[in-house]
């Protein structure tokens, strides 16, 4: 069966699951929060509490991103940007990577039927950057659209006290329904599952 899951995972067309959260009023205190989260600009560093441990990280997930990102300095740029605003947002970043898989396979400049838009990376809403936003945010630049999608997938894991399948439903607009949670937790468990340290 888990077989079955991992094939349908990566063999899905990917428009099936590109973002398309769904547009909801925020209480005035979250979107104040959330603001201030995406609005942070601090420098990208690694959270590991042991250099060793760092290089180790970024050597074996190069290697699994190797054929899906062939150009290394690129690689090396998405991993330490999703390491930094996962860790940064209290997410796993192997989820992050999983996420990031299901919703847009790594390519660059996909943009969903939906009208979800990511470079690379976590097909965010344009309707985003009105709610916490400003207008100059630009979530094709790759930092910006990491910041954001862990953000707002931060905001449905609150919202919905922990449960990680039905935050990633929202995130994807598809809650109540089990592919995409199920796609997106075969590849964090499966390819991107990690037991070093990771932060």
Known sequence: MRLLIVLTA???????????????????????????????????????????????????MSRRLRSRIPERKERIELLKSAQHEAIRAGLDPQMVLGLIQIESGFRKYAVSSAGARGYIYMQVMPFWIKLIGKPSDNIFRLRTNLRYGCVIFRHYLDLEKGDFFRALGRYNGSLGHADYPNAVHTVWRGRWQYDGATS
């Open 10 to 60: 990566l063999l899905v067309p990917l428009r099936l699951y590109a973002g398309a959260q769904i547009y909801e009023p925020l209480a005035a205190s979250v979107a104040v929060q959330m603001s201030a989260a995406v609005a942070d600009k601090g420098p990208i560093f690694f959270n590991f509490k042991n250099p060793d441990d760092a290089h180790k990280w970024i050597e074996e």
